[in-house]
T-cell receptor, first 114, second 115 residues
Framework: DSGVTQTPKHLITATGQRVTLRCSPRSGDLSVYWYQQSLDQGLQFLIQYYNGEERAKGNILERFSAQQFPDLHSELNLSSLELGDSALYFC?????????????FGPGTRLTVL | AQSVAQPEDQVNVAEGNPLTVKCTYSVSGNPYLFWYVQYPNRGLQFLLKYITGDNLVKGSYGFEAEFNKSQTSFHLKKPSALVSDSALYFCAVRPDYSSASKIIFGSGTRLSIRP
């Protein structure tokens, strides 16, 4: 168990809908990262938050947004969903402020868009 | 632009034999390099990392990796493979200049150990 929790575990929805994925980092970790893993794209970095502020941005679509709250949990919002958004979404956390710190991954949320 | 290449989609090894999973990288500045493993239906788990110092890094489950700056490589190795090592392995790189630098993961290598 990495100490990172993600809910829900599975999500099935329809095209055009909006969903929210939730992540709680390990105790003491200030950085939260979001990744998308699909069969044809591998693991794609989406966005990083550090202590409530956006820190780095990867290949995140404009239809997607994220935030980190004062209690350090994070939410990833996906809107106007398309079939191609079906994927595993992982959250990870790491110790404060250092680029060399390893990340601890949650179990993921499997999103299926029908 | 920074990038990571894992040239082999799949590596097949017999149990007890040594294994190597290859990773090469391109990054401006000094790299922080990581290996992660993913078992079926699980999140990624950290195996080992190179930050600075000794080029040979030892990690979890008997794995090690060698940083080679001239060849820009960070290959993952294990002297004697176990069937339980069968999983998906990811190499990742991050420039060291900032904790806001982007992390890039390789495409993954599926390791299959046959009994």
């Amino acid at each position: 168990d990495s100490g990172v929790t993600q809910t829900p575990k599975h999500l099935i929805t329809a095209t055009g809908q909006r969903v929210t994925l939730r992540c709680s980092p390990r105790s003491g970790d200030l950085s939260v990262y979001w990744y998308q893993q699909s069969l044809d794209q591998g693991l794609q970095f989406l966005i990083q938050y550090y202590n409530g502020e956006e820190r780095a941005k990867g290949n995140i679509l404009e239809r997607f947004s994220a935030q980190q709250f004062p209690d350090l949990h994070s939410e990833l919002n996906l809107s106007s969903l398309e079939l191609g958004d079906s994927a595993l979404y992982f959250c990870a956390s790491s110790a404060p402020g250092l680029a060399g710190e390893e990340q601890f991954f949650g179990p993921g949320t499997r999103l299926t868009v029908l | 632009a920074q990038s990571v290449a894992q040239p082999e989609d799949q590596v097949n090894v017999a149990e007890g034999n040594p294994l190597t999973v290859k990773c090469t990288y391109s990054v401006s500045g000094n790299p922080y390099l990581f290996w992660y493993v993913q078992y079926p239906n699980r999140g990624l788990q950290f195996l080992l990392k190179y930050i600075t110092g000794d080029n040979l890094v030892k990690g979890s489950y008997g794995f090690e990796a060698e940083f080679n700056k001239s060849q820009t490589s960070f290959h993952l190795k294990k002297p004697s493979a176990l069937v339980s090592d069968s999983a998906l392995y990811f190499c990742a790189v991050r420039p060291d200049y900032s904790s806001a630098s982007k992390i890039i993961f390789g495409s993954g290598t599926r390791l299959s150990i046959r009994p």
